[in-house]
């Protein structure tokens, strides 16, 4: 399959990371579609640890990397992970930016920040890198993007407009401090210097290297429950993570993409505000996020927890069109002797329902309903296969596979790299 879309089907943090490590063994190039340094991959090799923000994480199997026009760049973070893989001897002469992909302004940091704050009790709860803002400036057709920094004075013009209006902004609503348009311009065009030769037409040399029968990863940011137009708004971030926007996001027709693989954990989390109705009540939600070591990549936050919802997941593989699943962290599950898992949901009117509510109070009000099946209480670490999976681990996967009609082809049973069984 040349072109391939990985998509986080739940509220993000599935393990995508791990699966395109994977998938990236046996592929050519790996893109990133959207999103920005509000997504953190974490990848395992050995006693090694990469924690990955702005990077498409094939760059850990030192595969050509495409940060296509649809994602948004902090320069800053992007050159300290630059910076950090060439120290650790990693190439990174393959890394290709979209001269159409808009810049994270110190400025969208501090509205991020300002706003949320503001908002109180009402926040997004977002991880405050300035997405949101950043986003609403290329709707509003503000936005700077990574060609102006070619050009010094186009990008301190650019900078100068903006700035006229954002510290009005910044000063009288959010009663913070103004930015210095020198001090920004200076640190721009040094940034320039530093980034000017990964600038590409990326949506040319995707497009060419599939002419080329080479093999294409797509890799999503968050996930389909985070997505603008499908999540659940306004608890969402400000792009598209589902699978169709990956054509939008590097710049391809959308019948190139051959085969949608959706990640999903055997559980589910979600970090900020927003309804999660399998979310775990009592004890056992701490005991999963200590299992399961649900903490954020990029704010360290607590991830909240909830048992398997195949109600969102019969949604997300309806708005991804997905393919194939993989199902990862199975061997969290191994500590429980009975797992729930979502079927329906139950609406206000006491209807039961197996599809996602298209309306926001329905699902605020759904409750779950579940079908508990027996835990299997043994580690996973010694199964070579899917056959070699206790026969409890192998009734879970059949359950998810039957209620959403889609085959499980991967299955994670732990941190390693290695530790994911294959079916083909
Ligand atoms: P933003 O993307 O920083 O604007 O945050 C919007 C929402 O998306 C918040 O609920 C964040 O917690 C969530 N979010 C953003 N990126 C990720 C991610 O990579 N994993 C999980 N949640 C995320």
């Known amino acids: 399959m040349p072109a ?6 739940q509220w993000g ?3 995508k990371g791990k699966i395109v490590d994977l998938l990236a063994q046996d592929s050519d190039v790996v893109c990133r579609y959207q999103g920005g340094p509000n997504a953190g991959h ?3 090799v050995g006693d090694e640890t990469y924690k990955i923000r ?12 495409v940060i296509g026009n649809g994602c948004v760049v902090d320069l800053e973070v992007l050159i300290g992970e630059l910076d950090e893989f060439e120290s650790r001897g990693q190439d990174t002469s393959k890394v290709y930016l979209s001269g159409n992909a808009h810049l994270i302004m110190p400025w969208h940091l501090a509205i991020d920040q300002a706003s949320e704050r503001r908002l109180g009790k009402l926040a997004i709860g977002t991880t405050r890198r300035g997405i949101g803002p950043c986003y609403a400036d290329k709707a509003m057709r503000l936005g700077i993007r990574v060609q102006d920094i070619l050009d010094p004075k186009i990008l301190r013009q650019k900078i100068e407009v903006a700035l006229a209006e954002k510290n009005l902004w910044l000063v009288r609503v959010y009663e913070s ?5 020198e001090t920004i311009a200076a640190q721009y065009e040094s940034y320039a210097q530093r980034v000017r030769p990964y600038v590409t037409d990326t949506s040319l040399y995707v497009d060419q290297v599939l002419r080329d029968g080479k093999v294409v990863l797509f890799e999503g940011a968050q996930a389909t429950l985070l997505d603008l137009d499908h999540g659940t708004y306004p608890f969402v971030t400000s792009s598209n993570p589902v699978a169709p926007n990956a054509a939008t996001g590097v710049g391809i027709g959308a019948n190139r993409i051959d085969r949608v693989i959706g990640v999903a954990k055997a559980y589910v989390t979600r970090v900020g505000e927003g309804p999660f109705p399998s979310e775990i009540q009592g004890a ?3 005991r999963m996020r200590e299992l399961g070591h649900e903490y954020g990549t990029v704010t360290g936050r607590s991830r909240r ?4 919802d195949l109600v969102a997941l019969r949604y997300a593989v309806r708005v991804n069109g997905i393919d194939q ?11 429980f002797s009975e797992l729930p898992v979502c079927v329906s949901y139950r609406l206000r009117n006491d209807v039961e329902t197996r599809d996602f509510p298209a309306h926001q109070s329905d699902f605020h009000a759904a409750r779950p309903v579940y079908e508990t099946l027996p835990g299997w209480e043994e580690p996973l670490d010694a199964c070579a296969s899917v056959d070699d999976l206790p026969a409890s681990a192998r009734r879970y996967v059949e359950l998810v596979e039957r209620e959403l009609g889609v085959e499980v082809t991967l299955i994670g049973t732990g941190a390693e790299r290695t530790s994911v069984l294959t079916r083909a």
């Not at 702005?54 to 050509?64: E, N, T």
């Not at 401090?177 to 348009?181: S, V």
């Open 305 to 308: 927890c909830g048992w398997l």
């Open 177 to 181: 401090e103004p930015f210095d348009l």
């Open 54 to 65: 702005a990077l498409p994480s094939g760059i850990v199997r030192g595969k050509p990397c």
């Open 42 to 44: 974490t990848i395992v």
């Open 325 to 335: 699943l993989a199902l990862t962290k199975l061997d969290v599950l191994s500590h």
């Open 13 to 15: 943090d599935e393990g």
């Open 284 to 286: 056992d939600q701490d």
């Open 4 to 9: 391939t879309v990985i998509v986080g089907a």
